[in-house]
T-cell receptor, first 115, second 111 residues
């Protein structure tokens, strides 16, 4: 049971390049999330998927797209990377919406630098 | 968007000292959560609070859900070196699927 896995762990891009960050969970969770973490800003939600087949914008969606490929996988795509997207990206999952399953399980993060 | 104000932003303490941090919001939350992030890792849930006034402990950690539902507090007693990291508060509105996170408190401990 690996929990939430993310690939790659590190990535350096040039401005204008595109890439996809991959996330997978093996806990049969319904909901998945993408956050970015910047110094002094905490965690800000980019997009989330409440259930397979649905996606919604979070607080900072501009410049990103997502795909909930199946129940296990939720990918984040940068179509044209910008230096402002230099950050640490975290994927998280949670079983559902009820109070007893409120815990979000986070992956180890992807450290992205855009030059 | 909605933000949580977490303070202090950083703390430098001696091993064995007690630690207190808090989080405030301009809006009412139905859930307060406290996470810890170790260096190079993702955040891990420490304590979840679901009721105004609730006081919950997890080992040396104690957290409280403020009576006004607009704040929460985390205390760590007798700090040890492994307590080093960033502590985040997070809140959730009733029925919401999303969490709102505070900016984090970075804890450094001098042995």
């Amino acid at each position: 049971n690996a929990g939430v896995t993310q690939t790659p762990k590190f990535q350096v891009l040039k401005t204008g390049q595109s890439m996809t960050l991959q996330c997978a969970q093996d806990m049969n969770h319904n909901s998945m999330y993408w956050y970015r973490q910047d110094p002094g800003m905490g965690l800000r939600l980019i997009y989330y998927s409440a259930s397979e087949g649905t996606t919604d914008k979070g607080e900072v969606p501009n410049g990103y797209n997502v795909s909930r490929l199946n129940k296990r996988e939720f990918s984040l795509r940068l179509e044209s990377a910008a230096p402002s997207q230099t950050s640490v990206y975290f994927c998280a999952s949670t079983p559902g919406h009820s109070r007893s399953t409120d815990t979000q399980y986070f992956g180890p993060g992807t450290r992205l630098t855009v030059l | 968007g909605q933000q949580l104000n977490q303070s202090p932003q950083s703390m430098f303490i001696q091993e064995g000292e007690d630690v207190s941090m808090n989080c405030t919001s301009s809006s009412i939350f139905n859930t307060w959560l406290w996470y810890k992030q170790d260096p190079g890792e993702g955040p891990v849930l420490l304590i979840a609070l679901y009721k105004a006034g609730e006081l919950t402990s997890n080992g040396r950690l104690t957290a409280q859900f403020g009576i006004t539902r607009k704040d929460s507090f985390l205390n760590i007693s007798a700090s040890i070196p492994s307590d080093v990291g960033i502590y985040f508060c997070a809140g959730r509105y009733q029925g919401a699927q999303k969490l709102v996170f505070g900016q984090g408190t970075r804890l450094t401990i001098n042995p």
